[in-house]
């Protein structure tokens, strides 16, 4: 039996931010594209969750010219309860009031400039002055969440887009 503990109802939150997070799974294409690899979420007063972006290509035989192999239309997202990448590339910061806002708008997302916008309502970038207390909490919750599995951030990836 696989473990439950990343399925998003085993996060606490009410039965319909789930539904309205789980519409990410449906998310393809460009919109899918622009999220980064890893994006930690915190929902105020719920704990972390994390948002994978899914990347598609024709093959992986090779590490040179990706871009030529690169299936943008495929693209996915995942979402999942708790943190599963230790280089997250962006934090997020939402409350269950803004969670169908977040859903709507990464759907939306078509160009660089919508991401950024995207970020500006509900990102926590490098340049935040309030980056480092945020983080510290992200920190502490996850310890709190997985006192076992958890660990130290690497940040070597985090975006500031």
């Keep these: 039996m ?5 399925e998003l109802e085993q996060s ?24 980064p690899e890893s994006a930690i979420i915190k ?5 972390l969750l994390t948002l994978l972006s899914n990347t598609a290509y024709t ?43 977040f ?9 660089e400039a919508d991401y950024s916008r995207l970020l500006d309502r509900f990102g926590v970038r490098r340049t935040d002055p309030g980056f480092w207390a945020f983080s510290d909490q992200v920190l502490a919750d996850y310890r709190r969440a997985e006192p076992v599995s958890a660990g130290v951030l690497d940040y070597n990836r985090y975006d500031n887009r």
């Excluded at 859903?103 to 160009?111: D, M």
């Design 103 to 111: 859903v709507r708008r990464v759907g939306e997302l078509k160009t």
């Design 43 to 47: 929902i105020q007063g719920h704990g």
């Design 2 to 6: 696989l473990n439950p503990r990343h």
């Design 59 to 101: 093959n992986i035989s090779s590490m040179f010219d990706e871009a030529s192999r690169r299936v943008v239309a495929e693209d996915s997202l995942t979402i999942a309860n708790g943190v599963l990448s230790a280089y997250p590339n962006i934090y997020l910061k939402l409350t269950l009031a803004d969670i169908p806002e």
């Design 12 to 35: 606490g939150l009410p039965a319909a931010a789930v539904a309205e997070l789980k519409k990410l799974h449906q998310i393809r294409g460009t919109a899918a594209a622009l999220i």
